[in-house]
């Protein structure tokens, strides 16, 4: 079967071919599968509900890479996706990561799909999604192929992305002037940042593998742990206990909430807090600080007003891509924290490479010979030495005799 890109007018091609009597009984060579469907309107959300063989349903313009991992981690066996996995405004990877892992990514399904009942077994044949033998929705099943040409139809767009993403950057500079020059609004806390290192958790990019390889930095230099929404779980599901957790508290869980860290709900600039009745539910009086941008930006403020002497920055985003990724214009205050903080900031894989060991294991069997060689010696050089070594010939010498009389009879 012919697979083709993703275009607004795919659609009414796709309702042409349905008029026509077309349908998947009529191709045999169309590939199918089936499963239970999983549907969320919310990615990272419905990413916690997913098991092995589900059939993922989003809604999920632009799926980017923090998305996508959380997909394939989840191991589903499709992904089927109402909107278009890449619109055009900038070249997303998460399409790429799903077909890579063999996830069947079906792109521009319309809101039909998401009307599936929770848990209703969906086949998937071809291009088609199918509910009990009546067809739901008909997409554009994606390829590496396709995929590659999407992505770099994305790039000729970027330029646009570039400059609306230079005005939202200066939109935000003049609305959070003060906070960003000279720390206005910054809310008092409890807990004891100044002259400290301070590690910042964001479930962003590969956060799991970093923040493992930053065991030995953490055990050595005690920082403030920081978890940024879900970030906290990732403190805590890595052995330790954050101690403030930051964010508008939509993917962090109950568990991080009570585990007795003080939280800070970001709040809007009019004062609304959306994460605020859940934490005092669970009988937290939180810190509230309303700020425009995102919650690891106003992370990475809190912990340069503080005082902190170097902020450790796990998960968070650094590149343009990245930026854009995001999928908001908040992101312009990603662009001008690193530029507030950024003598203090350092990346986590930087540190990670620091305190990597540079001694193979080679190299340290080496050095233990060459350690024992130098004990031997210097027993050898003494009375006492030698008179050991000859107790341990002659113990030898009977042990050897005694095994050859064991099997010699």
């Keep these: ?19 026509a009597g077309r349908t998947a009984e009529q191709e045999p060579d169309v590939p199918t599968s089936h499963g239970p469907a999983r549907v969320g309107a919310r990615t990272k959300e419905l990413t916690s509900r997913l098991r092995p063989g589900d059939v993922a349903v989003i809604d999920h313009v632009d799926i980017d890479r923090v998305a996508a991992d959380a997909l394939v981690a989840a191991q589903p066996l499709a992904v089927l996706n109402a909107a ?13 990561i799903l077909i890579e892992a063999g996830i069947v990514l079906l792109d521009d399904l319309g809101p039909a799909v998401m009307s599936i009942p929770d ?31 999407n992505t770099a139809a994305a790039r000729e767009g970027l330029s ?42 964001v479930r962003g990019y590969h956060y799991r593998e970093d923040l493992a390889m930053l065991r030995p930095y953490i055990k050595e230099n005690r920082p403030v742990l920081i978890g940024v ?15 403030l957790i930051v964010g508008d508290m ?8 009570s585990s007795g860290a003080e939280i800070v709900v970001h709040a809007y600039r009019d004062g609304k807090a959306p994460g605020l009745e859940r934490v005092k539910a669970l009988g937290v009086e939180p810190v509230v600080f309303p700020a425009t941008g995102t919650s690891e930006d106003i992370t990475m403020l809190l912990a ?19 930026f854009l990724d995001k999928g908001r214009a908040g992101m312009a205050s990603t662009f001008l924290t690193r530029l507030r903080v950024g003598g203090k900031l350092v990346d986590a894989k930087g540190v990670s490479r620091l305190y990597r060991t540079r001694i193979s294991n080679f190299q340290l069997t080496l050095l233990s010979l060459a350690g024992l060689a130098a004990v031997v010696a210097a027993l050898w050089s003494t009375s006492m030495g030698q008179t050991s070594f000859d107790i341990v010939g002659t113990r030898l010498d009977d042990f050897v005799s005694w095994v050859g009389r064991l099997f010699g009879g």
């Design 84 to 96: 278009r996995s890449t619109s055009g405004r900038y070249p997303n990877t998460g399409p790429g």
């Design 1 to 19: 079967m012919k697979l083709t890109l993703s275009r607004p007018e795919r659609r009414a091609d796709r309702e042409a071919g349905r008029a």
């Design 250 to 257: 939509d993917s962090v869980s109950d568990r991080a909430l």
């Design 160 to 201: 646009e992305e570039i400059e609306r993403f230079a005005e939202n950057t200066m939109t935000y500079l003049r609305r959070e002037r003060d906070l960003l020059l000279d720390g206005v609004g910054v809310p008092d806390i409890r807990t004891a940042i100044a002259g400290r290192h301070v590690l910042i958790v």
């Design 119 to 149: 848990g209703t077994d969906v086949v998937i044949a071809g291009d088609e999604v199918r509910v009990g033998g009546d067809l739901i929705a008909s997409g554009d099943r994606q390829s590496g192929v396709t995929v590659a040409a």
């Design 229 to 243: 929404d879900g970030g906290a779980d990732a403190i805590i599901d890595a052995g330790w206990r954050p101690d």
């Design 304 to 322: 340069d007003d503080k005082g902190a002497e170097l902020i450790v920055a796990v998960g968070t985003h650094a590149t343009l891509v990245e």
